[in-house]
């Protein structure tokens, strides 16, 4: 199932982005979706992700600053990433637990988005 992004970018310490994530298909059923970022030199970290019902987590560091979201119908997760910081820059991938046979879900990815604050 084929995941597209869009929404990274370059902006100033301060300021705000929106990524959006898009799946092609839902299978039989999309159960967790989410964010994991990559700073250069650092391993991957989960960012926020949303369960099918709403439910919500993060990881510290965006607490408060960060917000997701998704769109069930169009098959969509967000991340609203307010109070950017340079410490946010990093490559951000979406992925979805989408089950794509009856039998079991598998975790599909976005192909990357970069997002670059400048301080």
């Known amino acids: 199932v084929q995941l597209v992004e869009s929404g990274g970018g370059l902006v100033q310490a301060g300021g705000s982005l929106r990524l959006s994530c898009a799946a092609a298909?839902?299978?039989?059923?999309?159960?967790?979706m989410g964010w994991y970022r990559q700073a250069p030199g650092k391993q991957r970290e989960l960012v926020a992700d949303?369960?099918?019902?709403?439910?919500?987590e993060y990881v510290d560091s965006v607490k408060g600053r960060f917000t997701i979201s998704r769109d069930n119908a169009k098959n969509t997760v967000y991340l609203q990433m307010d109070s950017l910081n340079p410490e946010d820059t990093g490559t951000y991938y979406c992925?979805?637990?989408?089950?794509?046979?009856?039998?079991?879900?598998?975790?599909?990815w976005g192909q990357g988005t970069q997002v670059t604050v400048s301080s």
């Open positions: 949303i369960t099918s019902g709403g439910r919500t």
């Open positions: 992925f979805a637990d989408i089950w794509d046979t009856p039998f079991g879900a598998k975790k599909f």
């Open positions: 298909e839902r299978g039989f059923g999309v159960n967790a």
